[in-house]
């Protein structure tokens, strides 16, 4: 007998199947034993009879995630006993047993609410939970819409290295490799400038790949590895066309999970996103400066960058005003921005780049990029950085590049902030932070 999905059961009541799953729960009721089910289709109640002594043997030994094939009836229930669930109108009668892996007790019940720690702590057991399961579900459904909606518009798939010999983004954190002989290299913080140079050779990238921020940040925001959704496109006026791309893409990604995963969403009650009639609203860093101290009464107007408080608060100003979940900060100082970044030459000083905040957090950074190659060997002198160092990458711009842009977006941040869970570290399947590669390492500082 071949095996049939737990949600293919339908289409066979009244007949023998066989069914391969883990053990989601058992209940001996003495005389019976009940079974949940679950496969990576769904799951169904069996019922383990007494008379059927073998399988009611091995029914009785069986714990929790221990994995079984079962032979079973396929049987309707009374219109009485029908519930409203999945597979709520069938029950299988099992016939016939085999443990496939019989499971230790499990440490806690499995749908105890669990402290991060005791969570992170067992993942390869509590990632199989409903609630867990369904996070990383979301998060495969956002991968692959970033890739359609980049798809539709044309854009080429491409894998950065992970391995590279300095950091683009200056400031952030690196983290030093031991390469070889006394040599020394970095893991990568951005596949910000691979990206530029393949806008050289497609036009229009993007990239979905692993990068590391030694940044010693204990946050409910920060990873020291996170997934990079990551795009550069060519022959653009401004900021503003990237911004645009990048609405595009987001409103394309929400679609497509809110729709996926209705139940999902349904059953974790989790609040509709908000995505306005127009487009998202945007305001330059002063402009959002002074609104919070208009209505807060806080003067960070002198600062070059926003508060997490001040991400929070303008995030609820563009749901309150504007019916949107998502808000653009624009214009950031040349000062906090790295050196690859364009000046605008209507506001000297500040930079065609911008935030995208998204229920009180940023989610992504982008602009627009210094194209001119004298003008980029100049800001990487002005960064006190060694032209030397990034000769590789000044190619791209010797050899011609057009006017371009892009983004980065943190897909974890992303993930959490559309499941409303308020650790990033839950929205990560194996987080790695400043005291945890999978379990609790020694640091010595
Ligand atoms: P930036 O450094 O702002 O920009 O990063 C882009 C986005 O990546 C996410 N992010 C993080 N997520 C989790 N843990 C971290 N430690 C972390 N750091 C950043 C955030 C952030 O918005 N090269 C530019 C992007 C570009 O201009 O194209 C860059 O990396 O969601």
């Not at 503003?240 to 990048?246: A, E, G, N, T, V």
């Not at 010797?398 to 559309?418: D, N, Q, S, V």
């Amino acid at each position: 007998m071949s095996r049939i999905l737990i949600k293919d059961l339908k289409n066979h009541i009244g007949q023998e199947v066989k069914v391969k799953a883990w053990v989601d729960a058992v209940r001996d009721h003495g005389k019976l034993v009940f079974l949940v089910l679950r496969d990576r289709s769904g799951s169904a109640q069996v019922v383990v009879k007494s008379e059927n002594e073998k399988v009611f043997a091995q029914a009785q030994t069986l714990k929790e995630e221990s994995v079984i094939e079962l032979d079973a009836l396929v049987k309707e229930r009374p219109d009485k006993m029908k519930k409203n669930e999945i597979n709520g109108e069938l029950e299988l009668e099992a016939q016939g047993m085999q443990i496939l892996s019989l499971a230790d007790v499990l440490p806690f019940e499995k749908d105890a609410d669990l402290n991060i720690e005791t969570h992170l702590d067992h993942l390869p057991l509590t990632l199989r939970k409903n609630t867990v399961r369904n996070i990383f579900e979301v998060q495969a459904t956002i991968i692959s819409a970033f890739r359609e909606a980049l798809k539709n518009e044309d854009f080429i798939e491409f894998q950065a290295p992970a391995i590279v010999g300095g950091d683009a983004e200056g400031g952030a954190g690196v983290f030093e490799l031991g390469y070889f002989k006394d040599n020394k290299a970095y893991l990568a913080t951005s596949p910000q400038l691979y990206k530029q140079v393949m806008v050289g050779v497609f036009e229009r990238v993007y990239a979905t790949g692993k990068v590391f921020r030694a940044e010693k940040h204990a946050t409910t925001r920060h990873l020291a590895e996170y997934t990079s959704l990551d795009f550069e496109m060519g022959f653009i006026k401004d900021h503003r066309d990237i911004m645009d791309m990048l609405e595009k893409v987001t409103r394309y990604i929400i679609k497509s999970v809110t729709q996926k995963h209705t139940n999902i969403f349904d059953e974790n009650k989790i609040d509709d996103i908000l995505l306005p009639e127009e487009k998202y609203p945007v305001m330059t860093l002063k402009e959002a400066q002074e609104l919070i101290y208009k209505e807060t009464g806080r003067d960070n107007r002198s600062e070059p960058d926003l508060e997490p408080e001040d991400e929070r608060f303008l995030c609820s100003w563009a749901k309150e005003n504007k019916n949107s979940d998502f808000i653009f900060i624009t214009h950031y100082p040349v000062s906090k921005r790295p050196f690859y970044t364009y000046e605008d030459e209507n506001m000297p000083g500040y930079t065609k780049s911008f935030d995208l905040l998204f229920r009180g957090v940023e989610i992504s950074t982008g602009g627009q990029r210094i194209h001119d190659y004298k003008m980029l060997l100049k800001n990487i002198e002005k960064w006190n950085l060694s032209p030397k160092d990034f000769e590789f990458y000044l190619q791209a711009f010797k050899f011609g590049i057009p006017p371009h842009g892009g983004i980065g977006m943190g897909l974890e941040r992303l993930t959490a902030k559309i499941m409303q869970i308020k650790n990033v570290k839950e929205a990560t399947l194996f987080p790695r932070d400043m005291t945890r590669i999978d379990k609790f390492i020694n640091t010595k500082e």
